[in-house]
């Protein structure tokens, strides 16, 4: 037992519980006791009563009632362990170490910590002085408050090689010391150890441990030609990532008062989250979520929720968070996800949206059990007898996985229902008890939706918004067609879905332009079309309208100008006027031939060739530009340098093939061609 009964009695002894109840309840002396309103509820007369003599408080309102370490376990959220040693802490009495060694280490940790805190104070010195004019600019771009920046100790490196390394060698600390917390970078390689950070941000940093104690730092490079963006302290004997979380110390007894327990990526995500008065919002740190992290998160919250970026690589996130927790899913204890308006980080949402925004995408936040069942039939063919079998093999395998047995047995009931909505026909067809379809009235399989589904998960001509055809009787949600996004339909038609995306992307415009005036290009790239990754959604929607209008025998028209026509007249009928417009708005040149009307059926293949290409290519490059900034951050080796590199190069060759594009077929003097 760490805490023996005597040390506890001393600690009551030296701290009354009218001095611990009064630093967070406005006492009144009553008689010989001390009264005040409950800090447990709320309530207009005081029913919560402090007595010193007897040790105790006693809650009337909500029947609660102990000592000074049970009320600091209350109110803060701390466990038994931790409201000791902040009692202790406050009364100036030294915790009792288990046995010598420990408290050697427990020593050399301090002294550790008194080394970070050190250079805490350092780059919050250099901030505030001259050398620090640029970094505040940057913190003012951000929109990061100086009262902000005080709030989360941020500071600034100076780009000096040994600045801080001569700063705390005046101050008396060992070079061996520097080296052991991080700060210096050292190896049989390096002659003279010198400053990890230089010319950075040191934001969000630092990272503090539950104590509120320093322990690690990272920084954000101010200068755009640097290996890595950002930088983030080593392993060492305070700092292991994965058993941390940014803001964990405030986000604890913020969630503890109520707030929601958010997750974002990154540390200027959290800045901006606490800024717009979500103070539950923590993050990883420079790592994927881990088991220690996943069981912080519990302790916190029963179902914290995940917020990931809207992009690919965010989605990829969510799913790896998805399948670590579900073998530890127990009962209340779960995920909810929400993806941002893809393009856009936490930072960029409340600058545009404000509180307002947050709030809509956390509304939309979806269950786990959402984002495995979204994984599972994404882009998934399931149109024979074994595919569906080996889709039913996957989920069910995914909930063997489940320790509990209760959770495991609600999970298998769930997903048993969605194959059933999802697969089995209007009637005379059942659900197998065992898992398996069977056939019962010899239909020939096909997914229940309204209209005429299509492989591509849409709906045909005479479906949603076009007309001129029936209707089909309503069935459960058809197979996703498209990347998993949570958010309601609300939140797709809110302005924060509109506000800074509003504009497509010109290639994404182009190739939308492209179909829309060649319709007869789906006869041969129909699938093509429908595996392409688009980034804004109503991109998404557009092209679900024109592959749905093409259905409708566009195709049997006998002249290209006429296809382009009729498809126009059908998506300005099913509602897509205004999308049509910002495809428009999207083109801010005109010198892309092929994608024009009357361009020739060779300049037309040629540019549209040239688009997708390109289009793909940089879709691949952004996710692998991720990873090896990722990589570098972690490992600031040179094969990361190498790849980092590499990767930029190939992105500004993509920018200058993009160029050629433009002009192509202008001058070429074809004409075009019936199809």
């Known amino acids: 037992m760490r805490f023996t009964p005597q040390f506890l009695d001393e600690l009551r002894a030296r701290l009354s519980v009218s001095e611990v109840v009064g630093k967070r309840v406005k006492l009144k002396k009553a008689g010989r ?13 005081p029913s919560f009563y402090v007595n010193d003599q007897k040790g105790f408080y006693h809650d009337f309102s909500s029947g609660k009632h102990g000592d000074i370490i049970t009320f600091v376990m209350e109110t803060d959220g701390l466990p038994f362990a931790e409201a000791v040693e902040r009692l202790a802490n406050m009364a100036g009495l030294p915790l009792p170490a288990v046995t010598p060694d420990a408290a050697r280490h427990e020593q050399r940790r301090k002294s550790l910590h008194d080394v970070m805190d050190l250079a805490a104070k350092f780059f919050a010195e250099t901030l505030a002085s001259r050398l620090g004019a640029k970094a505040r600019g940057y913190l003012a771009d951000r929109a990061i408050s100086p009262g902000t920046q005080l709030q989360f100790r941020l500071g600034y490196a100076p780009p000096d090689r040994f600045a801080l390394k001569e700063h705390l060698g005046k101050l008396g600390i060992s070079v061996d010391d520097m080296v052991e917390t991080g700060l210096l970078v050292a190896g049989n390689d390096i002659p003279v150890p010198y400053d990890r950070f230089r010319d950075r941000v040191m934001f969000p940093f630092p990272i503090t441990d539950l104590r509120g104690r320093v322990i690690a730092f990272g920084g954000r490079a101010l200068e755009k030609d640097v290996p890595a963006k950002y930088l983030n302290s080593p392993e060492t004997p305070l700092f292991h990532k994965g058993d941390n979380l940014y803001n964990h110390q405030t986000a604890r007894k913020a969630t503890h008062d109520g707030s929601a327990l958010i997750v974002v ?12 008065g979500f103070a539950g919002a923590v993050a990883p740190l420079g790592t994927a979520l881990t088991e220690s ?8 919250a029963d179902e914290p929720i995940l917020c990931f970026d809207g992009d690919r690589a965010g989605q990829k996130a969510a799913y790896r968070a998805a399948d670590l927790a579900l073998p530890f899913l127990s009962p209340g204890k779960s995920l909810r996800f929400a993806l941002l308006p893809e393009g856009q980080d936490p930072d960029d949402l409340v600058r545009s949206g404000g509180r307002g925004a947050i709030e809509e995408v956390i509304g939309a936040a979806r269950p786990l059990a959402d984002m495995i069942w979204s994984r599972e039939l994404e882009g998934g063919n399931f149109a024979t007898p074994e595919r569906r079998a080996a ?8 909930t063997n996985g489940i320790r509990d047995e209760v959770v495991r047995r609600y999970y298998r009931d769930e997903f048993v229902e969605r194959l059933q909505r999802t697969f089995a026909p209007e009637a005379g067809r059942g659900y197998g008890g065992r898992g398996n379809f069977r056939s019962g009235g010899g239909r020939p ?7 005429s589904a299509n492989r591509f998960g849409g709906q045909g001509f005479g479906g949603q918004g076009f007309g001129g055809g029936r209707r089909g009787a309503p069935g459960p949600t058809p197979l996703p067609s498209g990347p998993y996004q949570a958010a309601s339909p609300q939140l797709a038609a809110s302005p924060i879905m509109k506000g800074q995306r509003s504009a497509i992307s010109r290639r994404e415009a182009l190739i939308l332009q492209c179909l829309i005036n060649h319709p007869w290009l789906l006869h041969d790239h ?3 079309v429908a595996a392409l990754e688009l980034a804004h959604p109503e991109a998404h929607k557009l092209r679900a309208g024109i592959i749905a209008a093409f259905a409708n025998d566009h195709h049997h028209l006998p002249e290209p100008g006429e296809q382009a026509e009729k498809m126009r007249g059908d998506l300005d009928r099913g509602g897509f006027s205004q999308v049509l417009q910002r495809v428009e708005n999207g083109i801010t040149t005109q010198a892309v031939w092929g994608a024009r009307e009357g361009a020739a059926r060779d300049d037309v293949l040629a540019t549209w060739h040239q688009l997708v290409v390109l289009h793909r290519q940089w879709h691949s490059l952004l996710r692998e530009l991720k990873d090896a900034e990722l990589a570098l951050g972690e490992d600031p080796s040179e094969a990361n340098l190498a790849w980092l590199r590499d990767v930029k190069a190939r992105m500004a060759e993509v920018d200058g093939t993009e160029a050629l594009i433009e002009g192509f077929g202008e001058l070429s003097g074809r004409l075009q061609k019936s199809v």
Do not use: N
């Open 293 to 300: 992290q996943l069981a912080l998160l519990w302790k916190m």
């Open 391 to 398: 889709l039913e093999a996957r989920i069910r395998e995914l």
């Open 265 to 276: 990526e990154g540390y200027v995500d959290v800045i901006a989250m606490v800024t717009a």
């Open 445 to 451: 399989f096909q997914p229940r939706a309204g209209g």
């Open 33 to 45: 006791e001390w009264k005040g309103l409950s800090p447990f509820q709320q309530e207009k007369t």
């Open 526 to 528: 129909l699938e093509e």
